[in-house]
């Protein structure tokens, strides 16, 4: 089982690094066979975002920015799992993740990652956890990773050293990673919830509608989700009054 982490500080062995290593071997300690890799962003040649849209609207192929995207990308499909891990740097994720999220922004047009199991975890000095957890789990989650377990982990400053705290944040990353571990060996689909069974219709209404030259065109009905029976980006079981809910709400917004 292949387990992929990518790091968005740009310290290599900060305290987000440090808390990966500690899933790491957690993980390992679950099962031996799992290979886990480390992906430090800041020792990655990825160029920042130049907003040209280029990626969006012809392609990513077509992104003048040539570096180490595509590399990133095959690796994320190949893996199994991915664990995603940014610390809170003014309020928000760094701008390394941040940079990350745009640059790979056309897959929330283009969701190639649906089905793929992820963790977030987020890193703080005091405050920020909920709200950088919950944004990097939207975006994530809109390329179509599963977000199975979420770490928000608090380090207090040196010169605050708390054991006693530094051990309930260590129990809490412990809960999660069995969390993530549990999830990840359960092999059957993962079941929609409303939410995402409406942004797949909306997105299918939207694209259908789209120039056929768009590259979101292309993507859409070469999986074959343009046509009308088709109800989620994977095969997966959805109840009728689910079905139902989804197909009276694209009748009352479309
Ligand atoms: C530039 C910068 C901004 C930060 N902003 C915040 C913040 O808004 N809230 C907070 O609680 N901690 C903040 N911190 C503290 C970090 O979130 C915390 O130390 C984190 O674990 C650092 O991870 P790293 O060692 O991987 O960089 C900030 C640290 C830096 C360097």
Redesign the pocket.
């Known amino acids: 089982m292949k387990i992929l982490a990518v790091?968005g500080?740009?310290?290599v062995d900060?305290?987000?690094?440090?808390t990966i290593c500690q899933i790491e071997k957690k993980l390992y300690r679950k099962n031996e066979e799992i290979e886990f890799e480390y992906i430090q962003l800041s020792r990655t040649r990825l160029e920042l975002c130049k907003g040209c849209y280029i990626c969006i609207e012809k392609g990513e192929d077509k992104c003048p920015l040539k570096d180490d995207r595509e590399n990133l990308e095959r690796k994320m499909k190949q893996a199994d799992a991915v664990i995603f891990a940014s610390?809170?740097?003014?309020?928000?994720v760094?701008w390394i993740m941040k940079n990350f999220l745009d640059r790979f922004a056309y897959r929330c047009h283009r969701p190639e990652f649906h089905g793929k199991k992820a963790m977030v975890v987020v890193?703080?000095?005091?405050?920020?956890i909920g709200f950088v957890t919950k944004i990097l789990s939207f975006m994530l989650g809109s390329m179509g990773f599963i977000i199975c377990a979420r770490a928000g982990?608090?380090?207090a400053?040196p010169h605050e050293k708390d054991e006693k705290m530094l051990q309930k944040e260590t129990d809490k990353l412990i809960r999660q990673t069995e969390k993530f571990y549990n999830k990840i060996i359960n092999t059957n689909p993962v079941k929609p919830t409303l939410i995402k069974l409406l942004t797949f219709r909306m997105q299918q209404k939207a694209f259908s509608k789209a120039p056929q030259n768009l590259a979101d065109y292309s993507f859409w009905n070469k999986k074959g989700w343009l046509e009308k029976s088709e109800g989620y980006y994977y095969k997966v079981h959805v109840g009728i009054i689910n079905k139902l809910i989804v197909s009276l709400i694209t009748r009352l917004i479309v």
């Open positions: 790091i500080s740009p310290k900060g305290n987000t690094y440090k610390p809170v740097y003014t309020y928000n760094s890193t703080t000095g005091a405050v920020g982990i608090t380090y400053p």
